[in-house]
Every structure is written in structure tokens, then in C-alpha cells.
């Protein structure tokens, strides 16, 4: 459905506001010159014929005036705004970037996170995947941080001040344990905040996927009743070094979120397998807010038809009334 705003708009209101003076001007001048003009038109020239006179008179400023209104309404790139509803797995990056998401990055720094498989190690490679996508995400967004082991150790309310972020993710250390479902609901916890519940909302969870401390069940259950996708990052060869994608798979599946294994990458495969990790993240987390997205957009075709037939209307009648 799409919806027309009015009145008229401008990219380049300028030129309308100069075209709206030149329209005067030309007005103006016609009137002095036909006043010059009356005193002998009304001896020499009989009534019916002056009144038709004044009728073309009439036209001609009209017809040039629009002429020069049309001509600079166009040049001045007219537009109606326009609201489209739309699909989420339909709309562009540019028309999702309209909407606000929250979402936070939770990183596992657990001691098999220091394991080699990845280089130079899974949590050295996890940081700068972190970091790329904390930079792929729209200005906008409003993104928080949690590391974790056996427990929460670091984190960062969901903020746009990106170096915040940046530099507590380049200052995590390992730590013994893994208690994933701790993680989850504390950031469960932050996204539950009024502030954050109204746009949509995301968890991406970056580990080799081994929880030891407690369990996920919980946290999972919360996701899933709030709405709330968990995206997974595997860093780590399956069976090396107590890493469990399978694990990092089944929470994804279960709350509506996808499941990414981090591979050995050279840096543009890596910005590449990223970028889609954020549009993903940032369709999962609509969806999980909204069932269509409400697009403002421009409807150029529609004015510049109209001012184009005025121009023409114009210029043609013109041409009849004399120069």
C-alpha cells in the first residue's frame, strides 16, 4: 500500500522560490506595458475587439507565467512523499536503515577460546569479527557488549558510541569456565529495558560453543517468549579443543535466529561473510518487532508529469497569444 503526502516538495527548493519571483516579475511588466498601451487602444480600437484584446492579453501573461513557474518547478526536482509498506525480507539496506535495531554482542573468553585452530587463536579471531560487524551495522543502531566465561565479566549497555564498544572488546582476557546461559540472560535482561523493546531486538553469541557451568534452557525459553533472535558464531573445529557448533546451532534454531561458522578467511571474504551476518541480524531482529516495515519514500514521476503537461499546456498556448 502506498500512501501520498502532500502538498508538493523539493529537492532544490531554490530554484522553485526563484521561478515563483520570475512569475512576478513577468506579471509586473506585462502590466506596465499594457498600461502605456490603453489610452490609444480605447480610441482606436472598437469595444468587442478590446474586450477580446484584454482576453488574449489575459492568456498571454498566464500562459507565460506558467512557462516560467513549470520550468522552474522542474528544474527544482519536485516530489511527493510516499509511505510503502513492505515485507522485511523485501526491503533494501537503505529502507531498513530507517529503522533502529538493538542488539548485543556477547563473547565467550573462556580458556578454549585460546585454542589455535582459528589464527591466531579463536578469541583473537572472534575480536575482529566482533569489530567488523560492530562496523557494518547502521550508525543508528543502538549495539551493547558482554564477554563471558564461568561468568559476566565485561560489558557495555547498548550504546551508538562505537570506540566504547571497540575498545572493551580489545581489552578481553581468557578466563576459566563457559556459562553461556549467564550471558544470555543478562542480555536478555539489558534488551527487556522499555528503551530497547520497542525496535526490534538481537543476541549475537560468538563461541566455540562448550558450556560447562549450568545450562541454556532457560535463557533460550526467555528468547523465544520475547521475541528475541540469538544469532551464533562457531568459532572452532568441531571436536578440537571442546568446541560444540551443534550446540551454537540448536539455540539459533530454536529462537528464530541463524547459525555462522567462522572460518580461517582472508580479510575481503571475511568483510563479505560479515556483511551478511549484519543484514541477517538486522532482518531477524525486525521481524521479531514488526510483521511489515512502514517506508518513507519520494515519488518523483507523478509531479514531474504534472509540471511537464503545465509546461507544454503553457508553451503551446503561448505560441496562440502572441510574443
Known sequence: MVTLEFPVRFENPTYSLVGMVLAGAVVALFYFSFTRL?????????VQWRRMRSLVRFTNISTKTGVVVALSFLLATPYFPT???MPIDKATEEQMAQYSITAMLLLDVSYSMNNSDLTPSRLEFSKNIVKLLLNKMDSNDLVGFISFAGQVYDSVLPTS????????IDNQTIHQSTSMGTALETAIGVL????????????ILFSDGKNNVGTVTSAVDDAIILKIPVFTVSAGTYGLGEADPLALREISDKTGGKFYEARNEDIESLATS????SHEVKVGALKGAFDKLVI?????QSPSVFFSVLLIAALFLTWFTGV
Open 38 to 46: 490603453r489610452i490609444a487602444q480605447k480610441r482606436l480600437e472598437l
Open 83 to 85: 509511505t510503502i509498506e
Open 161 to 168: 558510541n562505537r570506540t566504547k564498544v571497540t575498545e572493551k
Open 192 to 203: 527487556e529495558n522499555k528503551a530497547y523493546s520497542a525496535s526490534g531486538r538481537a543476541i
Open 274 to 277: 560479515v556483511a551478511q551476518i
Open 296 to 300: 518513507e519514500a519520494r515519488d518523483y
